[in-house]
C-alpha cells in the first residue's frame, strides 16, 4: 500500500517508518501542511495518515482541502488530540477514520487494511440541487441566502432525495 504520513513529530515519523515498511508499506513522509497538500495533488496514495498538529495548515484544513478539491482517498486522523470534539471535528471536516496517540501499531494496520479496502469515491460534502444547499455534517439546509429550517425527518428525507 502507497501510503502519506503527515506528522511533525520525528519519534512518531521514524516509528512509522520501521514499522510500516516492515510490513510491505511505500511510505512518502512530510511535516508540514503546505508540503501534504501539494504531495496529496502530485501522487497517487491509498491512504493518508495525518496528524492534526502540523504546521499550517494544519491537518483538519487539510483534509477539507482535499475534500473540497475531490480527493477521495482515505484519510486517517493519528494524533494525539484525544478529546471528543477533536474526533467530531477530524471527521466532519472529511476523515475516514480517528486513531489518539498512543496507538497501537497493529490497531494502525488493521485501520488501514479496513479504510484501503474502501473504494474512494465521490462524496461530497455538501450537496447542492440548483440553488439549495445541503450540509449533511451541519444538518444545515440554504436556499440562496436563506436558511431553511427542517425537522430530522424532513432532513432525511431532504437527503436522500439530494
Not at 118 to 124: G, L
Amino acid at each position: 500500500m502507497r501510503l502519506l504520513i503527515v506528522e511533525d513529530d520525528r519519534e512518531v515519523i521514524g516509528l512509522l517508518r520501521r514499522a510500516l515498511n516492515r510490513d510491505g508499506h511505500v511510505l512518502d513522509v512530510t511535516e508540514n501542511g503546505a508540503e501534504a497538500l501539494w504531495l496529496a495533488a502530485e501522487c497517487s496514495y491509498d491512504v493518508i495518515v495525518l496528524d492534526v498538529n502540523v504546521p499550517p495548515p494544519d491537518g483538519f484544513e487539510i483534509c477539507r482541502r482535499l475534500r473540497e478539491s475531490g480527493d477521495w482517498t482515505p484519510v486517517i486522523f493519528l494524533t494525539g488530540r484525544q478529546d471528543v470534539a477533536d474526533r467530531v471535528a477530524g471527521l466532519d471536516s472529511g476523515a475516514d477514520d480517528y486513531l489518539a496517540k498512543p496507538f497501537s501499531l497493529e490497531e494502525l494496520n488493521a485501520r488501514l487494511r479496513a479504510v484501503a479496502r474502501r473504494r474512494a469515491q465521490e462524496r461530497p460534502t455538501v450537496l447542492h440541487v440548483g440553488d439549495l444547499e445541503i450540509d449533511p455534517a451541519t444538518r444545515r439546509v440554504r436556499r440562496g441566502q436563506q436558511d431553511i429550517e427542517l425537522t430530522s425527518k424532513e432532513f432525511a428525507l431532504l437527503e436522500l432525495l439530494a
